[in-house]
Nanobody, 119 residues
Framework: QLQLVESGGGLVQPGGSLRLSCAAS????????IGWFRQAPGKEREGVSC????????NYADSVKGRFTTSRDNAKNTVYLQMNSLKPEDTAVYYC????????????WGQGTQVTVSS
């Protein structure tokens, strides 16, 4: 079964940090770009970041630039999203998604992990 599984979400205070992981099972991630997306209650899903298949190129939404960093370890079949200086407006369900290249249609979605930023 082809799956992406996110982990690492939770409750954190404003200004805190979390690292999300996106692990693949049933296929190897090294042929795919991986995007991170989020959806807050009552809002549409939005793109947060994307990393290409080799890890040589990344891009970020303006709202997270300078605070979030995406990276990958293809040997571990895992992609990461390091989130620093978290704000309440970062509260959302975070999803990873596999695509052939950043910006192209999504081939696989993960199930999502909740991130809540609150004091």
């Amino acid at each position: 079964q082809l799956q992406l599984v996110e982990s690492g979400g939770g409750l954190v205070q404003p200004g805190g940090s979390l690292r999300l992981s996106c692990a693949a099972s049933g296929f190897t991630l090294d042929s795919f770009a991986i995007g991170w997306f989020r959806q807050a209650p009552g809002k549409e899903r939005e793109g947060v970041s994307c990393i290409n298949s080799s890890g040589s190129s990344t891009n970020y939404a303006d709202s997270v630039k300078g605070r979030f960093t995406t990276s990958r370890d293809n040997a571990k079949n895992t992609v990461y999203l390091q989130m620093n200086s978290l704000k309440p407006e970062d509260t959302a369900v975070y999803y990873c998604a596999a695509q052939r290249q950043c910006g192209q249609p999504i081939d696989f979605w993960g199930q999502g992990t909740q991130v809540t930023v609150s004091s």
